[in-house]
């Protein structure tokens, strides 16, 4: 079943599916409203992987943290953590290309490489040297990948959700829908169906003591007003890849896991070890698949703690 899941991704197929995923965002955020409720001011980034759209709480000689949301979550998603850093380190929030308001380039495939040098690109932009990278979910491994490409540019890694990508690829095989893995056909059931999907998708992610609706109808209210949501492209994207080794790679890495996560329950956060042996692993066992925004307060006094001890 993987070996056919690779022969699909790895033809033109992979190519064409990704420029639909950029014609299609591109349509709608001409034809939606782009007066979405923003609770923080947003610029916008040109980079190889397409148009970024970013929050930049202000140049300064603080320590930097960079931060994505997990889609079908947004920036906004990240207001209550981002409030509890700024004061004490520069923070960078952004849409990974294909989700909330950054546009996909026609020739994204959210290959690891791509991810990496995104990140990097984001930082030259912004004149940042060197960050923590605060990643979750399949966004984790590009942090992983940029760590191991520019290690002197990636003080520290803070992960959520991100178990390795063979367990990662397991998970893809249980929760996504088939139709999704495969090129062209994925990118257009997933527009069709986005907001099914992302109706369903909390429900499945968070405990049932969550509020769901507050995740919901903020992502839900994004779509309505031209976010994206390029599911099948990331899924497709990521399920081609393999983690390259990392064993050289000495940058402090802790990785928090919700353990109320009902997508995951079968899933070992300790698998993370066998790529990265050093890293750190601490059970929220009271939250979902979004720990870092579940209890924002808790994972800012952890993330604040690691960021300072490696400045």
Known sequence: MMRKRRILGGSTFAGLGSRLDSRLAEHMMRSHSANHTEQLPTSTVETAAGSIRL????????????????????????????????????VICFDMPGFGYSIPATSHLHSLNQGAQ???????????????????CANGFYALNAARMEP??????????????????AWVGRIIPRPLLIPIVGQIATWLFRRKLITRWYPAALPRTANVSSFRERAL????????FCLA?????????????????KTPCTM???????????????????????????????CGHFPDIERHTRFSALLLEQVMRYA
């Open 233 to 249: 492209g990331v899924v497709q994207g990521l399920t081609r890849e393999a983690m390259p080794p990392m064993d050289d790679m």
């Open 256 to 286: 928090v896991w919700g353990g109320g996560d009902p997508s995951h329950t079968v899933t070992d956060p300790l698998s993370l070890l066998h790529l990265v042996p050093h890293a750190k692993v601490i059970t929220f066992k009271d």
């Open 55 to 90: 929050y930049d709480s202000g140049k300064s000689a603080k320590p930097s943290v960079i931060m994505v949301p997990d889609g079908p979550n947004v920036i906004e998603h990240c207001a209550p953590l981002i409030r509890l850093l700024e004061s004490k380190v520069r």
């Open 118 to 136: 995104l990140i990097l690109s984001v930082m030259d932009s912004l004149g940042i040297g060197s960050a923590t990278l605060a990643f979750s």
């Open 152 to 169: 002197a540019r990636v003080t520290s890694l803070m992960l959520s959700q991100t178990p390795s990508l063979v367990a990662m690829h």
């Open 221 to 228: 209210d994004a779509i309505s007003h031209g976010a994206c």
